[in-house]
């Protein structure tokens, strides 16, 4: 569903017209997670890390608007959910695709999904794995779990309307029984500020420890 705004009375009206017309604007950060409690938790389940990291992902970001605004139609609005769109990797070739999994509220439900699409598109090859065009609520999240970077961002340079938030995590690494893992958000500045990335972070940190509650 898709929820238009009411730019006259929207209070975010003048910055969205400042770094969406005047001073176009993106920024990107890194941040080092805690991802212990959460590894524990999917491990002790017998399932995989990287369905439970979109879900959770994707649940902090649909609790805040902003993240999720667009134009449809000429019309800027906001859409109730956001869909992770992934990528799936080749082996064989060392390539990828892009995959993506419907988002709903129940962990388990999502799982199944995720589970279901590999099972049916994961071998499929080229740009998208699936035969269909991802949702326009789809967003882009994923995983390079080889590297531990301290710094990942995102470019489009494609010049058109795109607000969604960008999310990139890297290898997990374990010091003195800690396990962190770095997570960079790349944001367009007309939908979002500081206080956001500062409310989903927080967010995504309460949620990956009480991760066990959600399976």
């Known amino acids: 569903m898709f929820t238009p705004i009411d730019f006259n009375t929207w209070p975010r009206r003048e910055m969205f017209y400042y770094f969406s017309k005047m001073a176009p604007t993106g ?4 941040v080092s997670v805690d991802v212990t409690k959460l590894r524990e938790s999917v491990k002790a389940a017998g399932l995989k890390f990287f369905p439970a990291y979109l879900w959770l992902v994707t649940r902090c970001l ?5 993240f ?21 990797l080749h082996p064989e070739t060392h390539t990828i695709s892009l995959m993506w999994t419907e988002y709903c509220e129940s962990f388990p439900e999502f799982h199944r ?3 279901e699409n590999q099972e049916k598109y994961g071998d499929h090859h080229g740009v998208l794995s699936r035969p269909e ?6 967003y882009t999240v994923s995983c390079i779990p080889w590297v531990n970077f301290t710094h990942f961002s995102v470019h489009s340079y494609e010049n ?12 997990m690494v374990e010091a003195n029984g800690k396990w962190t893992m770095p997570l960079s958000l790349t944001c367009h500045h007309a939908t979002t500020d500081g206080w956001h990335v500062h409310r989903f972070l927080e967010r995504l940190q309460e949620s ?8």
């Open 68 to 88: 999720k605004c667009a134009i449809q139609d000429g019309q800027l609005g906001y859409f109730d959910t956001l869909t992770p769109l992934y990528a799936t």
């Open 133 to 138: 065009l991802p949702p326009e609520n789809a």
């Open 27 to 30: 920024y990107s950060l890194t």
């Open 160 to 171: 058109k309307d795109y607000f969604f938030p960008s999310v990139e995590a890297g290898k």
């Open 62 to 66: 649909n609790e805040q608007p902003e």
């Open 113 to 115: 999904r995720y589970v």
């Open 208 to 215: 990956m420890d009480a991760f066990e509650g959600f399976l």
